[in-house]
């Protein structure tokens, strides 16, 4: 079975760090791309980064751009997002999702379940 | 950045209607348009990949078709496990985006 379980959500104050993690299981991590897409409370969906197969390439939202940084383990099936400098708005539900073709940046075709940040003073 | 512009935002329809939701690419993007579903509380699930081809599982009463910058999903006869919001998303350059989505009520 495929999974993918997001981890490290909590309540951080405004400027403060956080990194989320995302443990994979049940496909070969090491060949596809994970995005990470937020939801704020009643809104829409957000993309936000996606890193490569081999962690090598890494591309982010403008509205995230010089403050996150995604990066992988492929030994241990593991990726972070490392969240800094975090604001009112980063608030959401936090997903990974894997690409649907190896070696891809595409489209995502499993989601993990979620992980909850609130940024609030 | 490339925008999606999907409309309407939110629609009203009963069982077993027709469906129709499109999504407006601000520059061509060529195929490369997806279409999720989300239900409350749950994580979205991809309906339709590269605009027109349906995801393994998925019904078939639920099509995609689109080219460039005009883009539309349709499910053919509304099921009452389809109200839900739904979602379109391109991959033609970083970075990516989502539409505003749709939401299908009763």
């Known amino acids: 079975q495929v999974l993918l379980v997001e981890s490290g959500g909590r309540v951080v104050q405004p400027g403060r760090s956080l990194r989320l993690s995302c443990a994979a299981s049940?496909?070969?991590?090491?060949?596809?791309?994970i995005h990470w897409v937020r939801q704020a409370p009643g809104k829409g969906l957000e993309w936000v980064a996606v890193?490569?197969?081999?962690?090598?390439?890494?591309s982010y939202a403008d509205s995230v751009k010089g403050r996150f940084r995604m990066s992988r383990d492929n030994s241990k099936n593991t990726l972070d997002l490392h969240m800094n400098s975090l604001r009112i708005e980063d608030t959401g539900l936090y997903y990974c999702?894997?690409?649907?073709?190896?070696?891809?940046?595409?489209?995502?075709?499993?989601w993990g379940q979620g992980t909850t940040v609130t940024v609030s003073s | 950045d490339l925008q999606l512009t999907q409309s309407p935002s939110s629609l009203s329809a009963s069982v077993g209607d027709r469906v129709t939701i499109t999504c407006q690419a601000s520059k061509g993007i060529r195929d490369y348009l997806n279409w999720y579903q989300q239900k409350p509380g749950k994580a979205p699930k991809l309906l339709i990949y590269d605009a027109s081809n349906l995801e393994t599982g998925v019904p078939s009463r639920f099509t995609g078709s689109g080219f460039g910058t005009d883009f539309s999903f349709t499910i053919s006869s509304l099921q009452p496990e389809d109200f839900a919001t739904y979602y379109c998303?391109?991959?033609?350059?970083?970075?990516?985006?989502f539409g505003g989505g749709t939401k299908v009520d009763l």
């Open positions: 890193i490569s197969s081999d962690g090598g390439t890494t």
């Open positions: 999702a894997k690409t649907r073709q190896e070696d891809s940046a595409d489209g995502m075709d499993v």
């Open positions: 049940g496909f070969s991590f090491s060949r596809f791309g």
């Open positions: 998303q391109h991959y033609d350059n970083l970075p990516f985006a």
